[in-house]
């Protein structure tokens, strides 16, 4: 089998991949994936982001955003440096960024995940979130959100936000609402696949997938995090050093597999249709 395949999301830059990096770069190329957005989250991992999509300029597209966890922790010239590195990088996009209600309202105190970061409250992501939107407009540029809890937040932000040009927007692997799809998706939204829901325990998130439209469905991988149920991984990797289990990106082919079957639909279809879809939205 040989589609193209397309992961419209990951992280390959983080430090749990590091110390395998070159058994995956050296198994990438078996799987025809054609390209990859590598998303950037705090100001400190940018640069990691964008040494990678260097290293590998045909097929990854970098991606810098503050994401919500960081805002808490970010530096007064937060802004600035972002907006130096995308006058560095033209061809770089906007993600991960968002709104998490999580991390404020659920979240325990001692979360490893949030260890060392301060929880900035909802009002002060929105400030943050709006002024990377207007980014994203004033360049514009396609967009990565993350949002956890916060959809209906989520969706007033965007609708009050200045315009970003459609088609231009990739919420996370959707797991919102079923009635949000058709609301979003009239502002412009495409909607991702991960694997992650292929666990029986997120039957409602997978079910959302028979909803989306056509023409906005993606696939990706969010790798290293949100891996496959373990019978469906193809690639694998140790787990991280506090033991939490690891996403092999090379598992986007088993992925877009695993939804094919899903969706009762020929494999070969679902990847042209995926492959348009991307570069629509992916294609400055
Ligand atoms: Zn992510």
Redesign the pocket.
């Known amino acids: 089998m040989s589609v193209p395949l397309y992961d419209a ?1 990951n ?1 390959l830059h983080d430090e749990w991949l590091a110390p395998h990096w070159g058994k995956i770069s050296s198994q990438l190329p078996a799987l025809n994936l054609r390209r990859a957005i590598v ?1 950037g989250t705090a100001e400190s991992d940018w640069p990691a982001v964008l040494t990678l999509a260097r290293t590998h300029p045909s097929w990854i597209t970098p991606s810098l955003g503050l994401h919500p966890w960081h805002i808490g922790n970010r530096s007064p010239n937060w802004l600035a440096t972002l907006t130096a590195h995308l006058d560095a990088t033209p061809h770089a996009v906007i993600g ?1 960024i968002g709104l998490d209600r999580w991390m404020t309202d659920r979240a325990r105190p001692d979360d490893p995940r949030l260890n060392g970061l301060r929880r900035a409250p909802l009002s002060e992501q929105l400030d943050i979130f709006l002024a990377q939107l207007a980014l994203a407009a004033s360049r514009n540029l396609p967009t990565t959100l ?1 949002c956890i809890d916060a959809w209906g937040s989520l969706h007033d932000a965007l609708r009050q936000a200045p315009a970003l040009p459609p088609p231009r927007f990739l919420p ?1 692997p959707y797991g919102g609402p079923a009635e949000l799809i058709r609301p979003f998706a009239s502002l412009g939204a495409y909607f991702s696949f991960n694997g992650y829901f292929l666990d029986d325990r997120r039957a409602r998130q997978l079910d959302t997938f028979r909803h989306i439209p056509p023409d906005r469905l993606l696939i990706e991988t ?1 790798a290293p ?1 949100m891996p496959l149920p373990r019978h469906w991984r193809t690639h694998k990797l140790p787990p991280s050093p506090e033991g939490t289990p690891v996403n092999h990106p090379g598992n986007i082919e088993a992925t877009y597999t695993a939804l094919a079957a899903f969706l009762g639909e020929p494999l070969p279809s679902l990847a042209t249709r995926i492959e348009k879809n991307f570069l629509r939205l992916f294609t400055p």
């Open positions: 999301h992280h998303n991960e993350h996370p969010d995090a």
